[in-house]
């Protein structure tokens, strides 16, 4: 799918910005219903969802899954210092954080850290062997801090839109 890039993107009106909030909190929510509470047409909530998705408004639609209901019980936000800041440190760092599946999360961020992840796993050992593969043996990674939640208070992706 072409996507545009941000800067060719309309602008949202306020039945966009309606639809969206909707989206985010039940995407599964027929377009029937959700006509009805923006008062639109199916047909135009139909096409304005379209049009987001080709957008990039829309990133993707997904199933949020409880962590523990599939045997994930350790979340651990972990602090990676690279050796530098050069393009192919930070290239490779970026390449294999985002191709490793236990990492849910990655930001590439300022203030004396390179990156910030959120790294699921079934136990404490798999989550060693992951810090093993990703930060230990990696020439990139100068240094790593782990924070492991003891517990879950807020999670989810639904932003504020005003």
Not at 71 to 83: D, F, K, N, P
Request: a positive charge; glycine letters at 4%; one cysteine or more.
């Amino acid at each position: 799918m072409t996507r545009s890039r941000p800067s060719e993107r309309r602008t949202l009106d306020s039945f966009d910005r309606a639809i969206l909030r909707i989206l985010q909190r039940d995407a599964r929510m027929p377009q029937r219903k959700i006509a009805e509470a923006v008062n639109l047409s199916a047909a135009a909530v139909q096409r304005r969802i379209a049009a987001m998705e080709r957008d990039g408004v829309i990133a993707r639609t997904v199933a949020i899954v409880e962590t523990r209901a599939v045997g994930m019980t350790v979340t651990a936000i972990v602090e990676v210092h690279l050796v530098d800041e050069r393009l192919p440190t930070v290239s490779h760092a970026r390449a294999l954080f985002q191709a490793a599946p236990e990492v849910q999360q990655c930001y590439y961020v300022t203030g004396g850290i390179s990156f910030v992840l959120v790294i699921v796993s079934p136990d404490l050992i798999a989550y060693e062997e992951t810090t093993r593969r990703l930060f230990s043996g990696n020439d990139v990674v100068a240094s790593f801090r782990s924070l492991i939640a003891l517990d879950r208070l807020k999670t989810g992706c639904e932003i504020v839109i005003p």
